[in-house]
Nanobody, 122 residues
Framework: QVQLVESGGGLVQPGGSLKLSCAASGNIFTIYTMGWYRQAPGEQRELVATLPIDGNSNFVDSVKGRFTISMDNAKNTVYLQIDSLKPEDTAVYYC????????????????WGQGTEVTVSS
């Protein structure tokens, strides 16, 4: 079984910063990509940022220059540093991992965390 647990959300004023964390644990052999998505009230879930284990990060245009994604491979943990927060960044942020499990059937699948809420308001 695989678990992704996010943390770090909260209420922050416009212009502020937050650092989100997502730790993957359990029956993991290899993580290929980890990333962050978000879903604002009444909106569809959208990609925020992804980081392949051996590649370059990708960001949605609306967060470029303000968000940074990084990974601690030893801890199977991905981080999202969010700076210069705007009210439109308000959403539930979900962690996502593309990984392979270490026991039969050694399948590769996408897993999701339960989300952490970020509210940007004065």
């Amino acid at each position: 079984q695989v678990q992704l647990v996010e943390s770090g959300g909260g209420l922050v004023q416009p212009g502020g910063s937050l650092k989100l964390s997502c730790a993957a644990s359990g029956n993991i052999f290899t993580i290929y990509t980890m990333g962050w998505y978000r879903q604002a009230p009444g909106e569809q879930r959208e990609l925020v940022a992804t980081l392949p284990i051996d590649g370059n990060s990708n960001f949605v245009d609306s967060v470029k220059g303000r968000f940074t994604i990084s990974m601690d491979n030893a801890k199977n943990t991905v981080y999202l540093q969010i700076d210069s927060l705007k009210p439109e960044d308000t959403a539930v942020y979900y962690c996502n991992a593309d990984l392979q499990i270490r026991t039969p059937p050694y399948s590769r699948d996408t897993y999701w965390g339960q989300g952490t809420e970020v509210t940007v308001s004065s």
